[in-house]
């Protein structure tokens, strides 16, 4: 079927369809486009690993609910980014001079070319878009510091309260037999985890605008945006990936495929934005290119660890057989993985003691892109 609230649609794989088919208790998954979709007030309370488990990415229903629950999402200020966007393209000394932007707690960029294979430097045509980050650090800051940008870290602070809250209710479940005091599962178990490495990140597409195929560092990521573009391989083929009405993705990420030890993977993802040769045409980065018809806008929260917990498979899957992947601490995994996107290693791998993920094929591929020239592990991550 082709409504999005059905069924299944005629174009899942048989595996798609047998994994979204056999739950708890017998019920199916929603599908749609052969995503699973899900309410996690209602009836797939609960449920949200299992759902994980299908394809790596679900469609998360952010309008269900009354809000009582603390989980309703909204969303983001899409013209107020807009206006952003235009003092900092066109009134950029008036931009710069916003304490703000003075003091690093919004970054922008619009010169983003990193080396994100785990093999070496990459082959392919550099990404093109804008971007705003801001990262944990901001939320500490005075608000005079943002003026009328104060919006920006309270829709930050909102969207990472929900997104934990989330993450602690579904996954809190499944840590009851997690005891080391610094590990993520004791952590979310004891409500303890302060996701203080996490990040918002806010990107502009224009006409033939892309951003190169990765996986996201942390546990998850929330994405919403105001048009399509976002692809992911799923059941081996590049798939778009365009939520329902009143639906955000959200997919996992590097320690999501650590602490399930592999049975939920890292979502392989990426942007593409058609082109359009008539209007780009003698027009030379950002400043001044055409961002009308063709212009998109996603915000991403990326959920990642506090640098000092230690992310390792849950017990429930361990296979204890030497496959098992090796714990790992998130601000080692992060700096390596900022290292790569840079090439700041050694022939552009990652080095000895990184725990790579063998689950993985591009785990080491990554986009994390901080919005300024010399990052900090705290301020990069991956922004589709």
């Not at 649609?9 to 048989?14: G, L, Q």
């Not at 602070?157 to 809190?172: D, F, T």
């Not at 939520?243 to 650590?258: K, Q, T």
């Amino acid at each position: 079927t082709g409504n999005g609230a059905g069924t299944f649609h005629c174009d899942n794989t048989p595996e798609e369809e047998a994994a979204a088919g056999t739950s708890a208790g017998g019920l199916p998954f929603r599908v749609a486009a052969g995503i699973p979709r899900i309410d996690i007030n209602g009836r797939e309370r609960g449920r949200l690993l299992e759902a994980l488990r299908v394809c790596s990415v679900v469609f998360l229903e952010v309008e269900s609910g009354d809000g009582s629950s603390g989980t309703r999402i909204c969303q983001p200020r899409y013209d107020w980014w807009q206006d952003i966007l235009s003092e900092a393209l066109h009134c950029s000394k008036t931009f710069y001079r916003r304490p703000c932007l003075d003091h690093r707690h919004l970054r922008f960029s619009w010169r983003e070319d990193l080396k994100r294979t785990r093999e070496g430097l990459k082959d392919f045509d550099p990404d093109e878009r804008v971007m705003f980050g801001i990262s944990d650090g901001a939320l500490h800051q005075h608000w005079l510091d943002w003026a009328d940008y104060w919006w920006i870290p309270q829709e930050y602070r909102r969207m990472k309260e929900v997104l934990s809250r989330l993450m602690q209710r579904e996954l809190g479940k499944e840590c009851s037999s997690e005891d080391a005091p610094k590990s993520l599962g004791a952590k979310l178990r004891e409500g303890k985890e302060k996701w203080s490495q996490s990040a918002l990140r806010h990107c502009f597409y224009w006409s033939g605008g892309s951003c190169s195929e990765h996986t996201d560092y942390g546990l998850v990521s929330l994405h919403h945006s105001t048009a399509e573009g976002l692809e992911a391989l799923v059941g081996g083929r590049w798939r778009s990936i365009e939520p329902p009405p009143g639906c955000m993705v959200l997919f996992a990420g590097d320690m999501m495929e650590r602490l399930t030890n592999g049975r939920v993977r890292a979502l392989l993802h990426r942007v593409r934005i058609p082109g359009d040769p008539a209007a780009a045409k003698g027009r030379k980065g950002p400043r001044t290119r055409c961002w009308q018809p063709r212009s998109r806008q996603s915000q991403i929260l990326f959920l990642q660890p506090d640098s000092g917990t230690l992310v390792r498979p849950l017990a429930q899957f361990l296979a204890q057989d030497g496959t098992d992947l090796p714990a790992v601490r998130y601000g080692d995994w992060h700096r390596e993985k900022v290292n790569l996107a840079f090439g700041r290693t050694s022939g552009g791998k990652l080095t000895q003691g990184a725990a790579t993920t063998p689950h993985s094929e591009h785990e080491a591929a990554s986009d994390d892109s901080p919005a300024c020239a010399s990052p900090s592990p705290a301020a990069a991550a991956s922004s589709p």
